[in-house]
């Protein structure tokens, strides 16, 4: 049981260029999130979903978009990236409110 | 929004010894209290979460209390390890239908053998 996975686990990127960071999950679960975690910031919520189909913007969503077509699946990209937005990636699932989540391992993007 | 606060922001202590990491939170309307775990180059992973109405929860030698009047809570680990060594996250979730959680911005703990 594989849990949360994402990929890649590492990236460059220049600016400009665009990407897309992948999150699948394994355990049906209803509720995905993309987060960022900056030194001394702790975690942003970027994006996230309540349900396939649907999206919603979190605290920090300007520059990013996100997908979520089925339910496992949660897609988070990058149009034109930053140097601001290099961070560690972290996507999470939970089977609803009120409930933990499980995180993947992160994906570390550098923007140069 | 909701705002969450956590202290310290680094904590040394001596293997046996305990630790304390306190948390407060802004919204009267948050419900659902985890606390995450995060090793060196890995994912946070959920130890201990408490709900609005229970005011303390145990696992072993961790333990959470919750002052829903004060809008704060704790995390309290007994007889530390080296392997407790980590970045400790609080987070505060909101009575929504979309389980979205605020994160304080963690706390470094070392434990000395």
């Known amino acids: 049981n594989a849990g949360v996975t994402q990929t890649p686990k590492f990236r460059v990127l220049k600016t400009g260029q665009s990407m897309t960071l992948l999150c699948a999950q394994d355990m049906n679960h209803e509720y995905m999130y993309w987060y960022r975690q900056d030194p001394g910031m702790g975690l942003r919520l970027i994006h996230y979903?309540?349900?396939?189909?649907?999206?919603a913007k979190g605290e920090v969503p300007d520059g990013y978009n996100v997908s979520r077509l089925k339910k496992q699946n949660f897609l988070l990209g990058l149009e034109s990236a930053a140097p601001s937005q290099t961070s560690v990636y972290f996507c999470a699932s939970s089977s609803g409110h009120n409930y933990g989540y499980t995180f993947g391992s992160g994906t570390r993007l550098t923007v140069v | 929004g909701e705002n969450v606060e956590q202290h310290p922001s680094t904590l040394s202590v001596q293997e046996g010894d305990s630790a304390v990491i306190k948390c407060t939170y802004s919204?009267?309307?948050?419900?659902?209290f985890p606390w995450y775990k995060q090793e060196l180059g890995k994912g946070p992973q959920l130890i201990i979460d408490?709900?609005?109405?229970?005011g303390e929860k145990k696992d072993q030698r961790i333990a959470v209390t919750l002052n829903k009047t004060a809008k704060h809570f704790s995390l309290h680990i007994t007889e530390t390890q080296p392997e407790d060594s980590a970045v400790y996250f609080c987070a505060a979730t909101y009575n929504t239908n979309a389980g979205k959680s605020t994160f304080g911005d963690g706390t470094t703990l070392t434990v000395k053998p």
């Open positions: 919204d009267s309307a948050s419900n659902y």
């Open positions: 408490i709900r609005s109405n229970v």
């Open positions: 979903s309540v349900g396939e189909g649907t999206t």
